[in-house]
């Protein structure tokens, strides 16, 4: 298993911008893709995002395409998710996840998983 530590998270107006960041450790980072899910109070967890191991494919939510960008640095075990023009419907706890090998948007798929980063946004 890889250990998750998501950081970057806060209250913030509407509009604005907000990075996420998640640190790896306890495995070779270079072997997982990482994804962000979020889940509002109320509901269930949700895809956001997801990065292949080598960064060259990326998927994105309907809901933030356009608007959030994820990226990776194999170099500093680290994932992004950087979220621009942001909407009260972002506010939501932000987790990062791993799984082994290929990409998928199902979060039964991802062993590993973050404590969580709470996003606010205030409209």
Not at 1 to 13: D, I, R, T
Not at 93 to 121: E, I, L, M
Request: charged share 15%; aromatic share 12%.
């Amino acid at each position: 298993q890889v250990q998750l530590v998501e950081s970057g998270g806060g209250l913030v107006q509407a509009g604005g911008s907000l990075r996420l960041s998640c640190a790896a450790s306890g495995r070779t980072f270079s072997d997982y893709a990482m994804g962000w899910f979020r889940q509002a109070p109320g509901k269930e967890r949700e895809f956001v995002s997801v990065i292949s191991w080598g960064g060259g494919t990326t998927y994105y939510a309907d809901s933030v395409k356009g608007r959030f960008t994820i990226s990776r640095n194999n170099a500093k075990n680290t994932v992004y998710l950087q979220m621009n023009s942001l909407k009260a419907e972002d506010t939501a706890t932000y987790y990062c996840a791993a799984r082994r090998n290929s990409v998928s948007k199902v979060p039964a798929d991802f062993g590993s998983w973050g404590q969580g980063t709470q996003v606010t946004v205030s409209s």
